[in-house]
């Protein structure tokens, strides 16, 4: 394990003596603090009483690094690039529900059986335990548990769990999972059109063009997007969703950045469903990123009316770079601002109070904009 350790850093070193010819004066600290790093790094395994595990150590070390810069950048194990890709695909092989694992008992609960599919069929419910996955107790697993839910289409896992106090047992087929973007659409009474958006993963546009159709087929004149709970997801699909209703080559989100790179302005690039059906656009704390660039903008530029309670405010873009061992560095690389010039970002994690808790801005030092058509203050 040492010797390993030591190669890996005399490979870092040598590189790093090849590459300080080009470095500037702040590549030359990051240099210096590196090979701080290292020779600590080195020595603390070498010399520590008990046997550590670099690991674990190393993950430690780096979370620690990202826990005072924003909630948003982060390092990610392999098991969490999977996770963010299933995100954001809406598609992957397991049992078809929820998941939530309690990092502080170690606990895993069903949150949301999908409904028809395997967990549903099952019979699990939110709320249910699970304390074993085939032979495995997840009391003693050291991994992510919900990793073992799992596997090859039509593969079984056996869960055992807790419900109310009492113990059961679930065989489980796994099957293809696909999670919806637009879970629930109705026609209600005044033929109102009713669509539920819940995450902006890749289908997100796709299924909201899809629900929005048939409902105006069914007699929709009028239309409700519901985006409550909705935390966002895939800036491209922000700008696809609000395609729907303005139109082709329409300014939707600025992002600006002190790298060059990540300065951009993003443009719808279809031709538009609907740029006359009145819209109300719901909204609330849990409306956050995606959410708030749909909604920000419908009002800004005059289509709709956003009705409901303060959205969560995150105005920040996060860039996934990767790194070695298919990890990844998920950072924030810029800020997005909305047609009015507004950045809906409402906490300042850059400056904090005595206690280390990012100041939120006050009501009484928001900056007033205007909506691009009628003028009407927001």
């Known amino acids: 394990m040492k010797r390993s350790l030591i190669i890996s850093a005399s490979v870092l070193l040598a590189f790093l003596s090849l590459s300080s010819f080009t470095f500037s004066k702040d590549g030359f600290e990051i240099s210096k603090q590196i090979e701080i790093f290292i020779d600590f790094y080195q020595k603390l395994n070498r010399n520590y009483v008990d046997p550590l595990n670099p690991g674990e150590l ?9 826990n005072d810069l924003d909630p948003y950048t982060k390092f ?15 598609e992957y092989v397991g049992i078809g529900s929820g998941i939530y694992s309690n990092k502080k008992t170690g606990k895993l609960f069903i949150t949301e059986p999908y409904q028809d599919f395997p967990a549903d069929a099952a019979g699990m419910k939110a709320g249910d335990e699970v304390i074993q996955i085939d032979d495995i107790l997840v009391s003693d697993f050291k991994g992510e548990a919900k990793d073992l839910l799992r596997g090859e289409v039509g593969s079984k896992v056996t869960l055992r769990f807790k419900r109310q106090g009492e113990t059961k047992t679930a065989s489980i087929s796994r099957g293809r999972i696909e999670v919806d973007a637009v879970p629930f659409y109705e026609l209600l009474s005044d033929n109102i059109g009713y669509i539920v958006l819940q995450k902006f993963n890749k289908k997100a546009s796709s299924e909201t063009i899809a629900a929005l159709k048939e409902l105006k087929e069914r007699g929709a004149t009028k239309l409700i997007l519901d985006l409550r709970g909705n935390p966002g997801g895939l800036l491209t699909e922000a700008v696809n969703v609000c395609n729907i209703f303005v139109p082709q080559g329409q300014l939707i989100v600025n992002t600006k950045s002190q790298v060059a790179s990540k300065q951009k302005s993003y443009k719808t690039k279809k031709t538009p469903i609907d740029l006359d059906i009145p819209l109300v656009v719901l909204v609330n704390g849990g409306s956050a990123s995606a959410s708030e660039i749909v909604s920000g903008v419908i009002q800004d530029l005059d ?76």
């Open 303 to 378: 289509r709709g009316v956003v009705i409901g309670s303060r959205s969560f405010g995150k105005g920040l873009v996060q860039t996934h770079k990767p790194l070695k061992y298919k990890t990844q560095l998920k950072v924030t690389s810029s800020r997005y601002f909305i047609p009015s010039g507004r950045c809906v970002q409402s906490l300042d994690y850059w400056n904090r109070d005595k206690n280390g808790r990012p100041v939120r801005t006050k009501k009484s030092d928001y900056k007033s904009f205007k909506t691009l058509n009628s003028g009407r203050t927001v």
């Open 58 to 66: 190393m993950t430690k070390a780096i979370r620690g690094i990202t």
């Open 76 to 90: 990610r194990s392999e098991e969490d690039v999977l996770d963010s890709k299933i995100r954001q695909s809406g």
